[in-house]
């Protein structure tokens, strides 16, 4: 159980998700304060979680051990920088769970020399199920990328990646990835009753087999293929499908969309990045 002040700024999606994965956890909500601009958002939040909802940013992070960004990546400028004599005199770690934001321009915006780790969490964090990504510059102490993780573990699985370009491929995987499994649900769920499945029972089973899919996967050692093969016998169903995939060339597909999403994760940098922003 820690008893720092945790501070939020932005208490939307992202924010729920997190305050409510904690308080499941070990934090009170006495200790958890959100700075948050919309009215309707600051009631929800004191309602459904028992947290202290401002719309002063400066009162929410004041005397904050770790501070959590979770506004819109466009909004985070104009979010911190008239917080940064708050944060030059607290000095509290920075977790940014904008996507996209460089360390660099988090860094600026806070007047300079504020831990900040850096998180790409993505949907699936709202049920408890998510994956995020964590990196943090090497000068970032051990103490407080712990501190991070602790965070970002209250809404599921969390990796650290060693450069700050690979959360960009993180983006790209998990950030992303929920889609990616959304639309291939959609397409058979529609193959489904193109071949003359009720609706209701297609989407029922799509929807389960997603979800069945994804625990399996999840319950088990990692390995992939072995399951695949596992649930693949020889001259079957799965085979002749599986089959159908490969001749085209859903491997290249599957490289060709994430290189795209890559790609765009590294534009929209460029866009929000800010005063720090990396130039390439
Ligand atoms: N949701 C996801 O699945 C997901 C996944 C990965 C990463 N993220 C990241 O998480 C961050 C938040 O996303 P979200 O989906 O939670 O967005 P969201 O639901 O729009 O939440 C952002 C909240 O911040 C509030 N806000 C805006 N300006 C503010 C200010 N000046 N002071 C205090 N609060 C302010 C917004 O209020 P208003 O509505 O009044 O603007 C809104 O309630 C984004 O940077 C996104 O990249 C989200």
Request: proline residues 5%; neutral net charge; glycine residues 12%.
């Amino acid at each position: 159980m820690t008893h720092e002040k945790l501070a939020f700024l932005g208490g939307g999606n992202m924010g729920r998700a997190l305050i409510g994965g904690l308080l499941q956890r070990d934090t009170r909500p006495e200790h958890i304060f959100v700075g948050e601009a919309l009215e309707s958002a600051r009631a929800a939040l004191s309602r459904d979680f028992g947290v202290a909802a401002t719309a002063d940013n400066a009162a929410a992070i004041d005397g904050a051990s770790v501070v959590v960004l979770a506004v819109k990546p466009q909004d985070a400028g104009a979010v911190l920088t008239p917080l940064a004599p708050v944060l030059q005199r607290t000095r509290p770690l920075l977790v940014s769970v904008c996507a996209g934001l460089r360390t660099s321009a988090l860094e600026a915006w806070c007047g300079g020399n504020i831990p900040v780790v850096r998180a790409m969490p993505n949907r699936p964090a709202l049920v408890g199920a998510g994956a995020t990504g964590l990196f943090a510059a090497s000068r970032v102490a051990a103490a407080h990328r712990a501190r991070a993780e602790s965070i970002m573990r209250a809404t599921g699985e969390v990796v650290w990646v060693p450069t700050e370009d690979a959360l960009d491929v993180v983006t790209a995987l998990s950030g992303s990835g929920p889609a990616y499994f959304f639309l291939l649900a959609e397409l058979m769920m529609q193959a489904a009753i193109d071949l003359g499945l009720e609706p209701d029972a297609a989407r029922r089973l799509s929807v389960a087999t997603l979800h069945g899919a994804g625990m399996l996967a999840h319950s088990g050692d990692g390995d992939l293929a072995r399951m695949r093969a596992e649930v693949t016998s020889k001259g079957g169903t799965t085979e002749a499908a599986l089959a159908v995939l490969n001749s085209a060339d859903i491997k290249g597909i599957v490289a060709r969309a994430l290189e795209a999403a890559t790609r765009r994760g590294r534009e929209m940098a460029q866009l929000f990045g800010g005063p720090g922003a990396p130039t390439r």
